[in-house]
């Protein structure tokens, strides 16, 4: 079984949110303190692969340092921007979703004013800045599903790269 995972960090490095979706419906997110070992492991209970986005560069290193559980050694990890990389899609996740003509609800936000909204909850109890920093990590996670996607329909059809 799949499941697709992102997460948001604070200004001081901390893991604020830690998404996962698992297909059809499931989703999960571990928010502050919940983004533990074991909430972390019982979340990815029965998965055989994780999909990511710059997962290998960024989301499992910062899983692995602060929730001490390498996901490398127990699943089989896959990051789809380098899928994206065969066919020419450079850039980070929403530049290549634009390319792509995937949807995003949460326009203007990006992985700075993630931080500034988890600053704004934690400083300022703002219940609407988490809020909307979970809808953006949903919509993070749940559009990898869209990108494996496109990206799967790209090969089918023998599309090698975008131009």
């Known amino acids: 079984m799949k499941a697709y995972l992102d997460?948001?960090?604070?200004?001081r490095g901390e893991i604020t949110v830690i998404g996962i979706f698992r297909p059809p419906a499931r989703m999960i997110?571990?928010?502050g303190d919940e983004a533990n070992w074991t909430n972390l492991w019982n979340a990815l209970e029965g998965v055989s692969e994780i999909l990511t986005y710059n997962g290998a560069r960024f989301d499992l290193p910062v899983i692995k340092r602060l929730?001490?559980?390498?996901?490398?050694?127990?699943?089989?990890?896959?990051?789809?921007?380098?899928?994206?990389?065969e066919r020419n899609l450079y850039g980070g996740l929403k530049r290549?979703?634009?390319?792509?003509?995937i949807e995003r609800t949460t326009k203007g936000i990006d992985g700075l004013e993630a931080m500034r909204?988890?600053?704004r909850y934690i400083y300022t109890d703002d219940k609407d800045a988490?809020?909307?920093?979970?809808?953006?990590?949903r919509e993070d996670v749940v559009n990898l599903v869209h990108l494996e996607a496109c990206l799967q329909d790209m090969s089918k059809n023998g599309e090698r790269s975008i131009s």
Do not use: P
């Open 7 to 11: 997460i948001e960090t604070s200004f």
């Open 130 to 137: 988490l809020q909307a920093l979970l809808v953006y990590n």
């Open 96 to 101: 290549v979703e634009e390319r792509l003509g």
């Open 67 to 85: 929730v001490k559980l390498d996901l490398n050694r127990f699943f089989r990890c896959r990051d789809l921007m380098h899928d994206c990389w």
């Open 117 to 119: 909204l988890w600053e």
């Open 29 to 31: 997110q571990l928010i």
